[in-house]
């Protein structure tokens, strides 16, 4: 047998008891006449002495195993004279009588420790080693235990899951997608799929009136810090339901996750519509943990001859509580902040409101103090607090104050990472229109149904229709995302005209969809929900990379088994993706 227990179960019960354990050397310490090891596995560190005084040649042994060194020990459980409060074993340790080296190993490249010395392009390469952090291991299983409360919950629910297939056809819409060439039909290709959207509709059809997967998306973007080309998703569809319902059943999925997962009891969800959500906070995903909602400034600061506002679209402020004190150094940082290229402002204007009567701005020259008062009393602002103002056009400025918005919230100290807010926003437009190909997008998807009371506006002022969608939004990170489907082929038809699609186009590319919904199809909606993005949330870390056992990098490269990489000749030619040079 090579264990009788893990390195993170012994306690004093087991005093006396003969053990057998295995594991990886964390560490070895030669005091002369006592040699320490501690030996390590996923489940904690036990400490193992040796005694020269007990047996000379055991102990000499036990000098050898180097780090991460594979061993294997049998001894008696005894309690520590000296117990380590900090370890959960730290009351005990293993007089060894046997040990026996399974296996050596070279020096590990960093160490394997929490705080390791290893930077981030090492540890990927070696991410086998890495994963034997303790620090990295928790939040795999994390991501298991989020994976098995959801599957608890959804099958408690009534959900099937369901899988769809990896390899099906690429289609226009959407993020760029991964193709897989077809070595038995040459020339033609498979596309991994972007989302199981258009399987779990016909699953709908089929009459699997409440369907789920935990499944991987693929999507060949550009890549961000928070991205990877391959994800999972926690994707759901139910027949038969309108919003409410899904937003019912999925707050209460959302809540049950974060009870099971990190203990924590959220609040009730707030809702917002999507129009709320920009104007107040510039963003569709808006972290509604603070308030320091937007100000329309327009009356305030036109008409007093500064033209930068008076020839502005908007403009658009914050008041920052409590900060009008900042210092000339602070001011000019935030300026310099909302100046760099990701922002792009062209300036920042702030009022410092010190006290009644009293108010001091970066535009004084162009207002009295009183029109200045007025404007920090009109925007609800308190002595003592600063207003910071951008202006420009208006989808511009709202961006960009948003970004202000988070940041001062940030410096204020007002995000922390143990409250969570979650917000449903919901009518996004239906549609959103692109000005370089000249032609309306989804906003979400082609196959999302406007709402009910906007059809009639697809006819003429399609960009003015709201759609049956909604995202959750937890902290400011949007979580998930689905909306009400069409099912009736005629509505749908039109859908495609509205996005450009000839007749014979729709019908080549989702011919079978709109196909299958003349053969009953029910009403029916749901949503996705980022996996990896849920693991990061919960577990309270910024990269979703953490959360997964063997991530791509920023360049969409796994560098432990380096990948992507060139094929030879001899598949490019079976793949048909190079002609035989004598053929
Ligand atoms: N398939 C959609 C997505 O991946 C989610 C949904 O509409 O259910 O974003």
New binding site residues.
Partial sequence: MHRTHTCGELRLTHVGTEITLAGWVQRSRDLGGMTFIDLRDRYGITQLVFNMDDDAELCEKARTPGREFVIKVTGTVRERSNKNPKMPTGDVEVKAKTLEVLNSSKTPPFTIEDDTDGGDELRMQYRYLDLRRHNVQEKLILRHKLAIATRSFMDEAGFLEIETPYLIKSTPEGARDFVVPSRMNPGEFYALP????TF?QLLMVSGYDKYFQIVR?FRDEDLRADRQPEFT?I???MAFVEQEDILTIFSALTKHLFRKVIDVNLPDFRRMDYATAMEKYGSDKPDIRFGMEFKDCDAFAKGHGFNVFDTAEAVLGIVATGCAEYSRKQLDALTEWVKRPQIGAKGLVYIKYLGESSVKSSVDKFYSPEVLEMWCKGVGAKPGDLLLVLSGDLDAVRKQLGELRLHMGRELDLRDPKVFAPLWVVDFPLLEWDEGEGRHFAM??P??SPKPEDVHLLENEPGKARAN?YDLVINGVEI????I?IHDRALQSQMFDILGFTKEEAQAQFGFLMNAFEYGAPPH????FGFDRLCSLLGGSESIRDYIAFPKNNSGRDVMIDAPAPIDEKQLEELALRIRKDS
């Fill in positions: 972007q989302s199981p959207q779990k998306c998703q994707d759901c569809e979400h998807h196959f999302t969608a998930g995302g689905g909306s489907r909606g749901g949503i996705a």
